[in-house]
């Protein structure tokens, strides 16, 4: 009678939970179970892409490239021409090819290189400059050369075939703001350094400001030039050199410091926060979803079920559509996409040695379905021994009270 109450009792709680787990947990659990995150059935969240990472996947992925400087500002093309601006100082010098003419007295005799040197004057707020006989001259917004031939045709008629060299003596605008990470105590430089005239790129406006105080592992570079702004790993600008475009007067570069890291959670030897590294005690710039997954100490021989490692983050809508995936009821830029890798087929280790991780990725690493049978075994053996040990206990007492009322 006594087995088959716990027969009976065994049904009943195999029948409730049963049905209670297809809407939640009431086993212990360190994460979803890897069927709900391929269905989706049980999300309350926004939706997410699921993509299986295949050959033709990573390609995509290496298509559409890491995050860069060029995707947004654009190709190669150097910068635009240094225009004078209000506040610069220049300089202005008139020539003459004979004495006795506008500037030049006639006393002075004919001689090589008869000019003169007009003061150096600031571009006023209005954008001029003042110049004997020619009166006020634009420069604001102006090349030298443009200046120059203002001035000219001005005092043509006045003067005996003049020429003007204008040059920048104190050079206001057109700067290149440097902030952040940077020894600026090695250089003279205030954070604000001015444009060269010959072009440079941002790894030599860096360095012209005084580099960086390490090696880079975590520094990132952020440029915001006419109203946009763009984020890459320094290690990029090295190791991918078209991030390394041209500086462009007017541009802010940032230089922080900033640890990539990831999360593990679920069948994985660790679980928590780690830190992008090359080994035990250094860091690095990127890493790869093998190398995360070795980091977090590998799966649970155990618990973990190969064949349902998962990748979270978030991609730019524009390469989830290239994906495959239904952006349509998902908003914003950026789309949650879940990539999911299986490690029981040996090319999936190759290709997670392709999947650069980003900054804030979550691994996640499912259990097997032998975990949830184990724990539900577990838990009926618990549950059905509870009474079976009340029975005993009640035995043991009877058996206790006979023996002390016979002696």
């Known amino acids: 009678m006594r087995a088959l109450n716990r027969v009976s009792l065994f049904g009943v709680l195999s029948s409730a939970l049963l049905c209670a787990g297809c809407g939640s947990y009431l086993l212990p659990a360190s994460g979803p179970e890897s069927h709900v995150i391929r269905s989706g059935d049980s999300w309350n ?7 299986k990472l295949t050959p033709a996947v990573i390609k995509t992925l290496e298509e559409y490239g890491p995050r860069s400087l060029t995707a947004l500002f654009g190709d190669h093309r150097p910068p635009p021409e240094i225009v004078f601006g209000i506040g610069d100082v220049l300089s202005v010098t008139v020539f003459e090819a004979a004495a006795g003419g506008l500037f030049i007295p006639a006393e002075a005799g004919v001689r090589p290189g008869n000019f003169v040197q007009l003061p150096n004057q600031p571009i006023d707020t209005k954008g001029f400059i003042s110049v004997p006989y020619a009166g006020l001259v634009k420069a604001e917004g102006r090349t030298p050369s443009q200046v120059q031939n203002e001035i000219v045709e001005k005092i043509k008629n006045r003067a005996i075939e003049p020429q003007a060299v204008v040059a920048l003596v104190t050079q206001n605008t057109s700067l290149i703001t440097v902030i952040g990470e940077v020894n ?7 954070g604000r350094i001015p444009a060269q ?3 440079e790129h941002l790894l030599d406006v860096i360095t012209r400001a005084g580099n960086i105080k390490d090696q880079g592992q975590d520094t990132w570079v952020t440029l915001e030039r006419r109203g946009k702004r763009a984020t890459v790993p320094f290690g990029a600008m090295i190791y991918e050199p078209g991030n390394n475009i041209w500086a462009w007067p007017g541009d802010t570069i940032y230089l922080y410091k900033e640890p990539q890291t990831f999360l593990a ?5 660790q679980q928590g926060q780690f830190q992008f590294s090359a080994g035990n005690a250094s860091s690095a710039w990127r890493m790869t979803l093998a190398e995360g997954v070795a980091a977090a100490g590998g799966l649970l021989d155990l618990q973990a079920d190969p064949g349902s490692v998962f990748l979270f983050r978030r991609e730019p809508r524009e390469l989830a559509e290239k994906l495959g995936v239904d952006c349509s009821k998902m908003d914003g830029p950026t789309v949650p996409i879940v990539y999911t890798v299986s490690f029981v087929d040996p090319g999936g280790y190759f290709l997670a040695t392709k999947v650069q991780m980003h900054n804030k990725d979550v691994i996640f690493a499912a ?3 032998s975990v949830g049978i184990t724990k539900f075994a577990n838990f009926l053996n618990t549950v059905i021994s509870v009474p079976n040990n009340v029975a005993v206990a009640g035995q043991n007492f009877q058996l206790w009270r006979i023996d002390s009322a016979t002696r």
């Open 197 to 199: 005239p010959a072009g």
């Open 367 to 369: 259990n097997s379905e």
């Open 184 to 190: 600026t105590a090695l250089t003279s430089t205030t």
């Open 45 to 51: 969240g926004p939706p997410y892409g699921l993509v």
């Open 265 to 269: 959670f679920g069948a994985s030897g």
